[in-house]
């Protein structure tokens, strides 16, 4: 696919002066700009990814009308291309096998905002492991919502795999330590640890979740944000990073390794959610989570969001 943010107008102006100056990208910009958020990427990163396609297309020399319409469009495209491609950069089933050779079994957390599919999207990765050959534990950390560990059994019995449990009086950190200790024994592969909702600004719940990540060193700490979210996804991954960092009492200074995107089967083609959190928090995407059932797991398709965003 190809886009024009350019039109004759502005390229005959380059043209004439032979070099790319500010005040000629200003309208292209608009267009890129106008197009990011329409797509839903929070607001400051469609200004920051201007900024970076502004800075390097500035100054570079150009003769053919042709020829320089394809290297705005390119530069705009490899911008995009770049802060995407963390989405990629993982390789999550090499690591679980580097792990199991150790006889280690490996450790996900997963943390989010309330609801936003946190134990639907590690149900569905629990099915994606067993069908990778790995034998999975399922930790039932949420010690804060009603009907949080019952909801995880459900799933457990749906997918044939054990959950460690202790209700809803133990401090969830405790649960974490425990279930992974009974997996070692076990020579079960991955643990996955679910952990309740909570507001990014919500410092004590925060302390909680920060307590239970530098407890354990998870292996991976992922992130689930919706890709219904606008704007607040860059603030709620920058606040979980921060508290992971500050929160610590043990001085770990963790931070979000990864992200869960969910939903992605509710909202068109607005995916800009993804390039907000990739750039938010340099983290990679490593899973879209694109229905209710434990199949709607997809990896991200770099060309194609970029062909959405520009669209
Ligand atoms: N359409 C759609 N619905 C989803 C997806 N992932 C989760 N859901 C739904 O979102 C709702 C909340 O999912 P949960 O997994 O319970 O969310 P959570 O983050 O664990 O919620 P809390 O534990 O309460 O914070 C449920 O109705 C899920 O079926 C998805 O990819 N697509
Ligand atoms: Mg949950």
């Given at each position: 696919m190809f886009y024009e943010f350019t039109d004759a107008g502005i390229l005959k102006n380059i043209i004439r002066n032979k070099s790319i100056r500010k005040e000629d990208l200003t309208p292209v910009l608009e267009r890129v700009r106008e197009s990011l958020l329409r797509k839903n990427v929070a607001a400051s990163i469609a200004e920051?990814?201007?900024?970076?396609?502004?800075?390097?297309?500035?100054?570079?020399?150009?003769?053919?009308?042709?020829?320089?319409?394809?290297?705005?469009?390119?530069?705009?495209?490899?911008?995009?291309?770049?802060?995407?491609?963390?989405?990629?950069?993982?390789?999550?089933?090499?690591?679980?096998?580097?792990?199991?050779?150790?006889?280690?079994?490996?450790?996900?957390?997963?943390?989010?905002?309330?609801?936003?599919?946190?134990?639907?999207s590690l149900s569905k990765v629990a099915s994606w492991l067993l069908s990778n050959g790995f034998t999975v534990l399922i930790a039932a950390c949420d010690t804060f919502r009603a009907g949080a560990v019952e909801q995880l059994r459900t799933h457990c019995q749906r997918l044939d795999v054990p959950l460690y449990e202790r209700g809803y009086e133990k401090d969830p950190a405790k649960i974490a330590q425990e279930a992974i200790l009974q997996a070692r024994h076990q020579g079960i592969d991955v643990v996955l640890i679910d952990t309740a909702g909570r507001m990014q600004d919500n410092e004590p719940l925060m302390r909680a979740l920060s307590n239970l990540v530098s407890l354990n060193s998870p292996d991976l700490v992922l992130f689930v944000g919706e890709a219904l979210v606008g704007n607040d996804a860059v603030d709620q991954l920058q606040k979980f990073d921060s508290s992971l960092v500050n929160l610590d009492r043990r001085g770990k200074k963790r931070i979000i390794d990864g992200i869960v995107v969910s939903k992605f089967d509710t909202i068109d083609d607005k995916v800009g959610a993804i390039l907000s959190m990739v750039f938010a928090s340099g983290a990679p995407v490593l899973f879209i989570g694109c229905g209710q059932s434990y199949q709607d797991l997809q990896t991200p398709n770099i060309e194609n969001l970029i062909d959405t965003l520009l669209s």
């Open positions: 920051q990814v201007c900024a970076d396609t502004c800075a390097s297309l500035i100054g570079k020399q150009v003769d053919m009308l042709e020829s320089l319409n394809k290297k705005i469009n390119a530069v705009i495209r490899n911008s995009l291309a770049r802060i995407l491609s963390h989405a990629e950069s993982f390789d999550l089933l090499m690591q679980i096998r580097a792990a199991k050779a150790k006889k280690i079994p490996y450790t996900i957390t997963f943390v989010g905002v309330n609801g936003v599919g946190k134990s639907t």
